[in-house]
């Protein structure tokens, strides 16, 4: 049973993170075509962000919805003290984002009549875009880290759709900020590729501005709130009917207690106890 709920949230990983990279290198692809105005530009920062924003909506629910493999490493790393996912579990999520991530970019090709998979000629490797994608990797995880502290992971689906449109529109890389999907974007040779070559220095920015925007959060944030267990707070969002069943248990808590005080008090030292009353007895004469 376990091991079929994991082959779901795996498949829902490598399936979202295909659909992505997918939107993403169409987008690029369909950008270079001629089109009225900057309609395409436009069209090839929106429809990315709001791919992504459906996305998670869709699949939090079976996987989390991590699509990233820093994602994922921030989850557990945020987590690791009890009520985050299992490592081991988590282990295997970045193998399948970079699974999906292939298969997207395999596919947005194929739609756009090219072969399946091509090498990227698209050199990207300077100062100012490692910084780039540092930056857009780091408000990434502040973001995503950020709300499922607070208890807002609800909103994550429009937060971090928002921020990869400004993202998007504004880093001089164009915002990767995801391991897996530049990975894919190698295997494309369009407006959204990049050259092999320059993948490792991208990943590196990635992870340093990962570990920036986790080092934001636990200082704007502070330590998680953990529960009277000691396990790590809620992951997701905290619904009203959470909020209510915890109350309920405060108060039969409470109610235990106050039952506890009362029958400790009423034989307590010092006090005799108060003499039960006996059935009359019948003497046979």
Same mark, same amino acid.
């Given at each position: 049973?376990?091991?079929?709920?994991?082959?779901?949230?795996?498949?829902?990983?490598?399936?979202?993170?295909?659909?992505?990279?997918?939107?993403?290198?169409?987008?690029?692809?369909?950008?270079?075509?001629?089109?009225?105005?900057?309609?395409?530009?436009?069209?090839? @920062?929106?429809?990315?962000? %709001?791919?992504?924003?459906?996305?998670? !909506? @869709?699949?939090?629910?079976?996987?989390?919805?991590?699509?990233?493999?820093?994602?994922?490493?921030?989850?557990?790393?945020?987590?690791?003290?009890?009520?985050?996912?299992?490592?081991?579990? %988590?282990?295997?999520?970045? @193998?399948? +984002?970079? =699974?999906?991530?292939?298969?997207?970019?395999?596919?947005?090709?194929?739609?756009?009549?090219?072969?399946? %998979?091509?090498?990227?000629?698209?050199?990207?490797?300077?100062?100012?875009?490692?910084?780039? $994608?540092?930056?857009? !990797?780091?408000?990434?995880?502040?973001?995503?880290?950020?709300?499922?502290?607070?208890?807002?992971?609800?909103?994550?689906?429009?937060?971090?759709?928002?921020?990869?449109?400004?993202? =998007?529109?504004?880093?001089?890389?164009?915002?990767?900020?995801?391991?897996?999907?530049?990975?894919?974007?190698?295997?494309?040779?369009?407006?959204?590729?990049?050259?092999?070559?320059?993948?490792?220095?991208?990943?590196?920015?990635? =992870?340093?501005?990962?570990?920036?925007?986790?080092?934001?959060?636990?200082?704007?944030?502070?330590?998680?709130?953990?529960?009277?267990?000691?396990?790590?707070?809620?992951?997701?969002? @905290?619904?009203?009917?959470?909020?209510?069943?915890?109350?309920? +248990?405060?108060?039969?808590?409470?109610?235990?207690?106050?039952?506890?005080?009362?029958?400790?008090?009423?034989?307590?030292?010092?006090?005799?106890? $108060?003499?039960?009353?006996?059935?009359?007895?019948?003497?046979?004469?």
């Amino acid at each position: 049973m376990r091991t079929s709920a994991l082959f779901r949230r795996l498949a829902a990983e490598a399936v979202g993170t295909a659909v992505l990279a997918a939107v993403l290198i169409g987008s690029g692809l369909r950008a270079a075509q001629p089109a009225p105005g900057g309609s395409a530009a436009v069209g090839a @920062v929106l429809a990315p962000a %709001l791919a992504l924003g459906v996305l998670l !909506t @869709v699949l939090a629910p079976v996987s989390g919805a991590h699509l990233n493999p820093l994602v994922t490493a921030a989850v557990w790393w945020t987590g690791r003290r009890g009520g985050g996912p299992p490592g081991r579990e %988590l282990a295997c999520y970045p @193998v399948a +984002q970079l =699974c999906g991530a292939v298969a997207g970019a395999a596919v947005a090709n194929a739609m756009f009549g090219r072969p399946l %998979l091509e090498v990227s000629g698209r050199r990207l490797a300077a100062g100012p875009l490692w910084l780039a $994608e540092a930056v857009a !990797t780091g408000v990434l995880l502040l973001v995503v880290c950020g709300l499922r502290h607070v208890g807002r992971g609800r909103w994550a689906p429009v937060a971090v759709a928002g921020w990869a449109v400004a993202a =998007c529109w504004g880093t001089s890389s164009g915002a990767f900020a995801n391991p897996a999907v530049t990975a894919g974007r190698a295997l494309s040779d369009g407006a959204a590729g990049i050259a092999p070559g320059s993948v490792p220095g991208f990943v590196l920015a990635q =992870c340093a501005g990962a570990a920036a925007g986790l080092l934001l959060v636990a200082l704007l944030f502070g330590p998680r709130a953990t529960t009277p267990d000691g396990a790590a707070g809620p992951v997701g969002p @905290v619904g009203p009917v959470a909020a209510a069943g915890r109350g309920g +248990q405060g108060t039969a808590r409470k109610d235990l207690a106050a039952s506890s005080a009362s029958s400790s008090a009423s034989t307590s030292p010092g006090r005799l106890p $108060e003499p039960r009353s006996r059935p009359p007895q019948c003497i046979d004469r």
